[in-house]
């Protein structure tokens, strides 16, 4: 599935700034003086003119003020030459600040990764990153060798990107990337991953739905099974009654020694 087309924004932590649009007023009625990163982003998705040109302060910066004169014609941009650059791209400038907007849902990871990015726009297999869980029961987490195997390769203007300057510190201190986790199960628990693909079960049945897939998802978070919600039965996922919803569904067995040993 491909990238969802929302304009480009620069990543809040470059610390790009803007004058807003003169349009944008706060609840009090003045106009803010500065607004960075998404907040940026979202302030120019209306049809509202700058109060003056606006000039690029870092390529990721330069792609999204020209997304926003495609949008908005009559905005009036500047993009200095050393910016004016085809890398880092528009869609990953976009996906690495959407992955680290503290407004979505989910916990903000180490790295801002987007699984829409990855999964979505490159059509990466879940399996190619997550290695080895068609086999055991864990899912595991891919090593900074196997992210380095890809990265290592893309054009070096990729470095201005924070989370790729990040991902190769750990690389260079030989260093695991601490992720959050977003998907939890009690100790007592056994959930085995090799079992459930064997069965034919879709990464999203768990860890996305048909609404919010994985594949478009740039910050992940545990998706709720809201279609049930209308049966009044257990709709957050990964408890014991969504899980024997599924068993059911599936005439698969609901033995306490399934899951329970």
């Known amino acids: 599935m491909l990238l969802s087309g929302v304009a480009a ?39 509202a003119h700058a109060e003056s040109a606006q000039t690029a ?8 003020l020209k997304a926003a004169k495609a ?17 880092p ?35 990466i297999e879940c399996l190619y990153c997550h290695s080895g869980t068609d086999r055991s029961h864990a899912a595991g987490m891919p090593s900074v060798e196997l992210c380095m195997g890809c990265h290592a390769n893309f054009p070096k203007e990729y470095d201005e990107l924070e989370g ?14 601490q992720w959050e986790q977003i998907h ?15 069965a034919g079960l879709d990464c999203n049945t ?3 739905s048909a609404a919010e897939p994985v594949e478009e998802a740039h910050k992940l978070r545990l998706v709720p099974d809201t279609k049930w919600w209308a049966y009044g039965l257990p709709t957050q996922k990964l408890e014991m009654g969504w899980c024997i919803k599924c068993h059911r569904q599936e005439g698969a067995s609901q033995d306490c020694l399934t899951c329970h040993y």
Not at 75 to 80: Q, R, T, Y
Request: with cysteine; net charge negative.
């Open 9 to 47: 924004v620069a990543a809040a932590a470059w610390g790009v700034s803007i004058v807003a649009p003169a349009q944008a007023e706060t609840a009090a009625g003045e106009h803010p003086t500065e607004l960075t990163g998404i907040d940026r982003e979202r302030a120019y998705d209306s049809d």
């Open 57 to 64: 302060t870092s390529v990721c910066d330069a792609q999204r």
């Open 71 to 87: 949008k908005n014609p009559a905005l009036e941009i500047v993009i200095p030459p050393e910016f004016d650059r085809q890398f």
């Open 89 to 123: 791209s528009l869609a990953a400038c976009e996906s690495h600040d959407l992955a680290w907007d503290e407004e979505a849902e989910g916990p903000m990871q180490p790295i801002p990764f987007s699984h829409a990015h990855h999964a979505g726009l490159y059509e």
């Open 164 to 177: 790729i300057q990040i991902l190769k510190q750990h690389w260079e201190e030989k260093t695991p990337v």
């Open 184 to 198: 939890r199960l009690p100790e007592h628990v056994q959930f085995r991953h090799n079992r459930h693909i064997s």
């Open 206 to 208: 768990c860890h996305g």
